[in-house]
């Protein structure tokens, strides 16, 4: 894609949801210094300064916030005005803009995608994952994929998949560790942390309602999901992991559910999108594929 074929409106657009210009050409695929001569060309034709430029971190002027809340509006009521002139021809048209979470988006969410676009070759995605959770609210993203809900009068949220989080084992390490029948025996063995969200990751709840905790303590943190259970896979320790991670090594027998009758809380699956008087079709089609298609493959 040439830079200097795209819409100034899009370009600022994206230049406005980055971090740095080095993030933004990564994202197109271009050099930095192709971006920050477009940049450049840009802010000549309008006279102003729209960002202020640092090694680390793009911060924009109050011009550049201007022009970029007032270009995601135009390029909204662009994409919906397409949108509603397609329904005369039953196609689906515009930019979807996805942000998930990092596991569920990389194993399931992407490539789901990928599918919806080869069924629909008019829409544009655009899928940021990160392992940091989203407020939706007050972004340009159309789709917020999470694990477990947000309760937020601001937004609609719709199921994709029923899920929970359970404790799992392999079976070389529970055949050499203590008993554990109750929860308060998970502070007798060495159970495998993940870190994520800046939360109390240590802590795993139980309960219908999460009202039961335990202060979980191991030799072994990770930030990475895939990471701790591979250690766990190893027989280092226990996991605290959403079933829609783990069921299939359960079903292959690779690990093993522990404490299965003790209840945990509901970590469902949910799609979540601003709330507005009429959601777009693309919105609505995109959400009920990802639905259909984690059903499928999630066995749910």
């Known amino acids: 894609m040439d830079l200097t074929s795209i819409d100034d409106l899009e370009f600022f657009e994206q230049i406005a949801r980055s971090q740095s210009l080095t993030e933004a050409a990564r994202n197109w695929g271009k050099s930095v210094s192709a971006v920050s001569k477009r940049l450049a060309a840009l802010e000549s034709r309008l006279g102003v300064a729209l960002v202020r430029r640092s090694t680390r971190r793009l911060t924009l002027t109050e011009e550049g916030q201007r022009y970029a809340t007032g270009a995601v509006a135009i390029l909204q009521q662009k994409t919906d005005l397409e949108d509603a002139l397609s329904v005369q021809h039953g196609e689906l048209k515009g930019r979807l803009r996805v942000h998930s979470s990092l596991g569920i988006g990389r ?66 390490y529970m055949e050499g560790a203590p008993p554990l029948q109750t929860i308060r025996d998970l502070e007798r063995h060495n159970c495998i942390v993940l870190r994520e969200n800046n939360a109390d990751y240590s ?70 999108y601003p709330s507005t008087a009429k959601t777009p079709r693309r919105i609505t089609a995109a959400i009920e594929h990802l639905r259909q298609g984690l059903a499928t493959r999630l066995g749910s």
């Open 107 to 172: 194993k399931h969410i992407a490539p789901l995608l990928g599918e919806f676009v080869r069924q629909h070759p008019l829409i544009q995605i655009d899928l940021e994952i990160s392992p940091l959770p989203l407020n939706i609210a007050g972004t340009n993203f159309d789709i917020a994929v999470r694990v477990g809900g947000l309760s937020d009068s601001r937004l609609k949220g719709k199921l994709l998949a029923p899920n929970r989080r359970i404790v799992c084992a392999a079976p070389s």
């Open 203 to 272: 802590l795993w709840r139980f309960g219908g309602k999460g009202q039961e905790y335990v202060d979980v303590r191991g030799n072994m943190i990770s930030d990475d999901g895939d990471v701790v259970t591979d250690w766990c896979i190893q027989g280092l320790g226990l996991i605290m992991r959403s079933t829609w991670h783990v069921n299939p090594l359960i079903r292959q027998g690779v690990l093993q559910q522990v404490l299965p009758d003790v209840p945990t809380p509901n970590a469902d699956i949910f799609a979540l």
